[in-house]
């Protein structure tokens, strides 16, 4: 069974930092796609970043960009994303996702181009 589940989830200062993971069970996230979203209440789900399963590339959102780095493990069965100098537009509900197919750099951004999905952890950024 293809399970993937985020942690590290949070109440922070701004300022502050937090690395999120995302284990992954049924699967190896080696060589897949993997995606990192959030949500905030009332708002739909946006897309943060991503790492191609290819060749390793990552982009991100022009408003995380500088601020958040998204990495795998070598070991493959675990993604993360470290968050810094985090503000409070970054308070979110944190889903991570994965596809094995192969996307295009746009593609990438779609919710709709991820088949495996997390249940998300809470970030929360107040002083």
């Known amino acids: 069974q293809v399970q993937l589940v985020e942690s590290g989830g949070g109440l922070v200062q701004p300022g502050g930092s937090l690395r999120l993971s995302c284990a992954a069970s049924g699967f190896s996230l080696d060589g897949v796609a993997i995606g990192w979203f959030r949500q905030s209440p009332g708002k739909d789900r946006e897309w943060v970043s991503c790492?191609?399963?290819?060749?390793?590339?990552?982009i991100y959102l022009p408003s995380v960009k500088g601020r958040f780095i998204i990495s795998r493990s070598t070991t493959g069965d675990t993604a993360y994303l470290q968050m810094n100098s985090l503000k409070p537009e970054d308070t979110a509900v944190y889903y991570c996702?994965?596809?094995?197919?192969?996307?295009?750099?746009?593609?990438?951004?779609?919710?709709?181009?991820?088949?495996?999905w997390g249940h998300g952890t809470q970030v929360t950024v107040s002083s």
């Open positions: 996702a994965a596809t094995p197919d192969p996307l295009t750099v746009g593609q990438r951004m779609s919710v709709r181009r991820y088949d495996y």
């Open positions: 790492i191609s399963g290819d060749d390793g590339s990552t």
